[in-house]
């Protein structure tokens, strides 16, 4: 266990579905993040948030869309996704962003687009 | 561009040495970071390099050397359970982590 939870494990969603990740982390900190996982690519980072203000969005289509409402969870709600987008899903936080911390991962979403 | 090299896969046996290189090409540097990642599971850290030089820590050991923008990570007495995927990732000047696609690393009886 890291601390870091992310609900749900998998989900199978259709094109056109809106469907919501959650990640909780009960460390304290105050930088949070998710990432892309694909099979032979490296992790691709999508969204920052460092003391509740986004800091990064690398290029991300809009069809993700993050939302932190506070400093412990972390959400990233999807809709009209592509088959491309299936991935696993990782959150990580750490006490600030930068700073050489250490980041600490949550299980990760398997999703699924059909 | 920024990109980190690292090998797709590598084979031991158990009981022996292995070593897993990272080259890396960055809009600056703040450090390194090793990471192991299981099969299924989330990428787990296991070193942090920022001056050159050899960190040991245990049966895990971690060199960097920034002039030669290269690293390594070397794996003693290797265990069944060591098999996994370690992925290198480098800190740039923006605070960003850059990632390797990590190397798979299978150890045989």
């Known amino acids: 266990e890291t601390g870091v939870t992310q609900t749900p494990r998998h989900l199978v969603m259709g094109m056109t579905n809106k469907k919501s990740l959650k990640c909780e982390q009960h460390?304290?900190?105050?930088?949070m993040y998710w990432y892309k996982q694909s099979a032979k690519k490296p992790l691709e980072l999508m969204f920052v948030y460092n003391f509740k203000e986004q800091t990064e969005n690398n290029s991300v289509p809009s069809r993700f869309s993050p939302e932190c409402p506070n400093s412990s969870h972390l959400f990233l709600h999807l809709h009209t996704l592509q088959p491309e987008d299936s991935a696993l899903y990782l959150c990580a936080s750490s006490p600030e962003m930068g700073g050489s911390y250490e980041q600490y991962f949550g299980p990760g979403t398997r999703l699924t687009v059909t | 561009g920024q990109n980190i090299d690292q090998p797709t896969e590598m084979t031991a046996t158990e009981g022996a040495i292995v070593q897993i290189n990272c080259t890396y090409q960055?809009?600056?540097?703040?450090?390194l970071f090793w990471y192991q990642q299981h099969a299924g599971e989330a990428p787990t850290f296991l070193s942090y390099n920022v001056l050159d030089g050899l960190e040991e820590k245990g049966r895990f050991s971690s060199f960097l050397s920034r002039s030669k923008g290269y690293s390594y990570l070397l794996l003693k007495e290797l265990q069944m359970k060591d098999s996994a995927s370690y992925l290198c990732a480098v800190e740039n000047s923006n605070y960003q982590l850059i990632w390797g696609a990590g190397t798979k690393l299978i150890i045989k009886p």
């Open positions: 460390l304290g900190h105050n930088a």
């Open positions: 960055t809009s600056g540097f703040n450090g």
